[in-house]
T-cell receptor, first 114, second 111 residues
Framework: AQSVTQLDSHVSVSEGTPVLLRCNYSSSYSPSLFWYVQHPNKGLQLLLKYTSAATLVKGINGFEAEFKKSETSFHLTKPSAHMSDAAEYFC????????????FGTGTRLKVLA | SQTIHQWPATLVQPVGSPLSLECTVEGTSNPNLYWYRQAAGRGLQLLFY??????ISSEVPQNLSASRPQDRQFILSSKKLLLSDSGFYLC??????????FGPGTRLLVL
């Protein structure tokens, strides 16, 4: 069975400092992994995805993530946080059973301090 | 380009009343469609998915049902709402890949 674990439920950073949101996955085969962002009372927006191409994936708004098979990790990073990055972030692994189904992490709420 | 719509955006309903939430997708044909619920402070739970007209798969037995009367229309319903049905309901679609694209959501409060 596939699963994802987001290691931090809350992360606080100061504006202009780096962001690190941690995600570990469990999968019996090479997974497809995604990061989504959700602003309050909004739908989920795709930040980036890994589908067995380059292990360093660049996404929107300056975010990137690195797939590390040896560590079963897919951590999300950004060099410099902006106030508008304050939101909830979900790490997702996809599996196929009749259709592509998502297994969501429990989410990490990012707070950006002025 | 593809667009996904959900309505209403917000809904307040009394316990025991019926429910109908609608999701429509534009700019694609024969998408796979999904309904999720996000309860307060919790992650997303897949409720139903559909791979075609009239084809509905239920992931979690509960007070809700889904229908797909048209190719790009997905409806979430209930005959009698419970307090526990409160939450944020999200519709999503896939076509030709495994990336899901989400709608803006419907906030449902059952009182």
């Amino acid at each position: 069975a596939q699963s994802v674990t987001q290691l931090d439920s809350h992360v606080s950073v100061s504006e202009g400092t780096p962001v690190l949101l941690r995600c570990n996955y469990s999968s019996s085969y090479s997974p497809s992994l995604f990061w989504y962002v959700q602003h309050p009372n909004k739908g989920l927006q795709l930040l980036l995805k890994y589908t067995s191409a380059a292990t360093l994936v660049k996404g929107i708004n300056g975010f990137e993530a690195e797939f590390k098979k040896s560590e079963t990790s897919f951590h999300l990073t950004k060099p410099s946080a902006h106030m508008s990055d304050a939101a909830e972030y979900f790490c997702v692994v996809s599996s196929f059973s009749g259709t592509y189904k998502y297994i969501f992490g429990t989410g990490t709420r990012l707070k950006v301090l002025a | 380009s593809q667009t996904i719509h959900q309505w209403p955006a917000t809904l307040v309903q009394p316990v025991g009343s019926p429910l109908s939430l609608e999701c429509t997708v534009e700019g694609t044909s024969n998408p796979n469609l999904y309904w999720y619920r996000q309860a307060a402070g919790r992650g997303l739970q897949l409720l139903f998915y559909s791979v075609g007209i009239g084809q509905i798969s239920s992931e979690v037995p509960q007070n809700l049902s889904a229908s797909r009367p048209q190719d790009r229309q997905f409806i979430l319903s209930s005959k009698k709402l419970l307090l526990s049905d409160s939450g944020f309901y999200l519709c999503a679609w896939i076509w030709g890949g495994e990336t899901q694209y989400f709608g803006p959501g419907t906030r449902l409060l059952v009182l």
